[in-house]
């Protein structure tokens, strides 16, 4: 005899002590475009975790290993002799498949998640509003996207503290101290705040240096969007526990879904 399943075939989010993750349109094009700066990253837009910082490990590991970052910047000074001399070969032909396979596997991602969101957003699932464990407290509630952006922009990391993406924020800061440390951004920053630019200049490891814009720059877009998404799942959830505990059957809610079919045709 068939017997029907009570819950729900796919779910919209998952609220846990180590953040929320959640499902929600994007656009495949900006996801790709954040792994063209960085591969992993636009994995961690998608909130696939695991992927994102295993391949933001093996960038690194082979960036390194190559000196592609220095070599950059001897090109970009217009130094192509020094540019070939330190680049080694061998690691940049292992750099180039994987480096292409992230913008490619992003984008995929993002199309196939966004038809995910559409087969989950029409079943209705309920959202888990609030998780208690002995030592961690997570909940849906309203933030702020200026108050995360304003953090974000003091220390990468901090704004994801703020929004409760605990994982994410821990793995931030420890890339953040690595290449901090290892460019010698701070010490750099300190002789050009004294006036001294030689010194400054001279500081600095360009080959870790280079990592530094697309980290920072990441850090404000992926904090200020999760933020705008996590207010939208906050008000879904509102409005599908106030149906499903006092909406009479002919009573209707005047209050956006989680995104519109029309928004998604667009992207």
């Known amino acids: 005899m068939y017997r029907k399943n009570k819950g729900v075939r796919r779910k919209i989010a998952n609220v846990s002590i180590w953040g929320t993750t959640y499902i929600h349109p994007r656009n495949p094009y900006i996801v790709a475009l954040w792994s063209t700066t960085f591969p992993g990253y636009g994995h961690l837009l998608l909130h696939k975790y695991i992927r994102g910082f295993a391949l933001i490990i093996w960038e690194v ?35 180039i498949p994987l ?8 984008y995929r991602s993002t199309v196939e998640m966004n038809n995910l969101y559409i087969l989950t957003e029409n079943e209705k699932p309920s959202v888990e509003a609030i998780i208690v464990k002995p030592f961690e407290v997570n909940y849906l509630d309203k933030r702020s996207p200026l108050v995360a952006l304003f953090w974000s922009m003091t220390v990468p990391s901090v704004g994801q503290l ?24 701070i010490e750099g920053l300190h002789y050009l705040m004294l006036g001294d630019i030689i010194k400054s200049t001279e500081v600095l490891d360009k080959q870790w240096l280079l990592y530094m814009p697309s980290l920072y720059f ?43 079919n029309a928004n998604l045709r667009n992207i």
């Open 61 to 95: 590991f082979i960036n390194q290993s190559s000196h592609l970052n220095l070599a950059m910047v001897y090109s970009f000074m217009g130094d192509i002799d020094s540019a070939k001399e330190v680049l080694n070969v061998n690691y940049v032909y292992m750099y």
């Open 218 to 260: 990441f850090s404000l877009f992926e904090t200020y969007m999760n933020v705008v998404e996590n207010n939208k799942l906050f008000e879904v959830e509102q409005k599908m526990y106030l149906k499903r505990k006092y909406q009479f059957s002919d009573f209707k809610i005047n209050a956006p879904r989680v995104s519109s």
């Open 162 to 185: 703020y929004l409760h993406q605990i994982i994410s924020a821990f793995f931030t800061l420890i890339v953040t101290v690595i290449f901090v440390r290892y460019s010698h951004f």
């Open 99 to 106: 480096y292409i396979f992230a913008i490619w596997d992003s």
